[in-house]
């Protein structure tokens, strides 16, 4: 049994542990660019608005998260609490594990996006689909960014475009692919051949249902 304060539902599924960090809604918005927030222990998930995007960079010091995305999106910081309410819950410690003043991350559905752009030489573009939701409005965490190389050969010799992949909100789901061009490299090619290539291993993404937020 795992040690430390629990809280059981009336069908003994663990509602609060204190051996957990127990995460809830602390910031949400939407990032034309870069964004700062207050955070403890946070956690990020983004929907795209409009065209798909990705997380460029995040910082995390001195209890401030700084991100930005590449293009427009909502984002959604999850973190431990910090409000108090009705309803509060505190570890052995004195630190607050529980609070009703704010909505609990809960996540819906995790998808590992495979490698689609080896089906044909434009796959990475036209992309990858995930259909397995409900109709909805969805938020998503991109374990991490992949990257690939889509190299071309012409009269003037190799050049290659170091792309990164995107995400795009559907109501079912999300879209993911390699829509934008990135830094060129000219004279120069991974593999010499006129391919996209990737060597990065598939991407868990989580989901969540951020229908009401914003």
Partial sequence: MPSGFQLLS???EVIVDSSSINMFLRHAGVASN??????????????????PCYLAWANFSGG??????????????FDRPVEGSYLDAFSET???IFTAAQRPLNVIGSVNI???????????QDGWNFNGLVSGKYAYN?????QGYN??????????????EALQ????????GFPQYGTRFIGWSPTRTNTFISYAPNVPVSIIDVAGIL
């Fill in 142 to 146: 991109q374990a991490f960014v992949r």
């Fill in 64 to 77: 401030v998260l700084e991100f930005a995305f590449n293009r427009p999106a909502e984002y959604y910081v």
């Fill in 34 to 51: 870069s964004a700062a927030v207050a955070a403890i222990n946070p956690v990020l998930y983004f929907r795209p608005v409009g065209e």
């Fill in 169 to 176: 909100a559907t109501p079912n789901g999300f879209w993911a």
């Fill in 151 to 164: 190299s071309l050969t012409g009269i003037g010799g190799w050049e290659t475009y170091l792309m990164a």
């Fill in 94 to 96: 004195g630190v607050q």
């Fill in 10 to 12: 009336g069908a003994s």
């Fill in 114 to 124: 495979p490698d689609y752009y080896t089906a044909y030489r434009t796959a990475f």
